[in-house]
């Protein structure tokens, strides 16, 4: 008996830390759901929004803190324009309250005309619109890389420029980037020291380059704001002019060298032709002299030509042999040398 009554007792008190902790945990899931601390600190801030709202913010997948911080900041920077749908609706696209909220109370304290749609527009677009107000505020400095461009004069140039811009808020949604402002600015360099009659005119002036870039208007489209152009460094290249005249003077030596070389393979061409030319001729002049002695034998036969007329001819050869023998010099002897 007294068993049965120990173990009644034993399961009533397990009851009771069974209820508390049903009770404690449905206390906490009550805490989540309704965030009493949060609306409690909303009120004291002066920004009104109901439990209601906080608990369906919890159903609609939307952080109540992150909003209600957002709120109160924006209400203790005095910007009482911005509605909670309009920053729950930015959450749920995919936006960053705090950095929106950030950039509306820098552009409002530096008298930057920012609205709410344009700094969401500009979140969603991709771009960190507390880093472009802050560029609107402080200007940014961008290095260009080396950029060589070669004057009149055939010697080229490597200048170095730093480019200070500012963040145009109205241009940050479709405007161009860094990468186009350098390049446009690469590009204006070459067109100014192209354009110079020397490249001592140059390295006198530096400003010059600077202040015809900066007169064609190259942040135009962009998303910034040029302030100034400055030449950092201007460095003396390659004389290209002569580079490119030497390499002509190489190319026309080569282009007349094959002309000549063409000419002598002509040349020799005729020469085998008249060579072979002459070979046809001499056979035709021993074709002919084999004639001479057919038509001699004709004439004996016919009786035209008689034995004194023959021997008359050799005589003539003979004289005619040894004439030519006389007349030409002597040879040296090949043993002796005389």
Do not use: C
């Amino acid at each position: 008996m007294q068993l049965m009554t120990l173990l009644d007792a034993n399961m009533a008190q397990y009851q009771y830390v069974w209820i508390a902790a049903a009770a404690f945990i449905g206390l906490i899931i009550i805490l989540y759901f309704v965030p009493i601390g949060l609306w409690f600190t909303a009120l004291l801030s002066g920004v009104r929004v109901s439990l209601v709202q906080l608990i369906f913010m919890r159903w609609r997948k939307v952080p109540p803190r992150v909003i209600v911080n957002a709120m109160i900041a924006t209400h203790k920077a005095g910007l009482t324009n911005i509605k909670r749908d309009e920053l729950e609706a930015h959450y749920l696209a995919g936006g960053r309250i705090r950095s929106v909220v950030q950039a509306l109370i820098s552009a409002d304290k530096a008298n930057i005309q920012l609205s709410f749609q344009m700094a969401t527009a500009i979140d969603l677009a991709g771009r960190d619109v507390f880093e472009a107000v802050q560029m609107s505020v402080n200007p940014k400095v961008i290095n260009t890389p080396p950029v060589a461009a070669v004057a009149k004069d055939g010697i080229q140039l490597i200048a170095k420029a730093r480019v200070t811009v500012r963040a145009n808020i109205k241009q940050l949604v479709g405007g161009a980037g860094e990468e186009t402002v350098l390049a446009r600015v690469g590009e204006g360099i070459v067109s100014s020291i192209g354009s110079a009659a020397s490249h001592k005119a140059v390295l006198e002036n530096p400003d010059s380059i600077s202040k015809l870039v900066l007169g064609k208007g190259l942040d135009a489209g962009t998303a910034f704001e040029i302030l100034s152009i400055d030449i950092a460094d201007i460095d003396i290249g390659k004389n290209i002019g002569a580079v490119l005249q030497m390499d002509q003077a190489e190319a026309d030596l080569k282009i007349a060298q094959a002309k000549a070389e063409e000419k002598r393979a002509m040349a020799v061409a005729t020469e085998m032709e008249m060579k072979a030319k002459a070979q046809e001729m001499r056979a035709k002049v021993i074709e002919a002299e084999s004639e001479v002695p057919r038509a001699m034998a004709e004439a004996f036969r016919n009786g035209n030509l008689g034995i004194m007329d023959y021997l008359k001819m050799k005589n003539m050869e003979a004289d005619t042999s040894m004439r030519e023998n006389i007349a030409k010099p002597a040879k040296p002897d090949s043993k002796t040398g005389q």
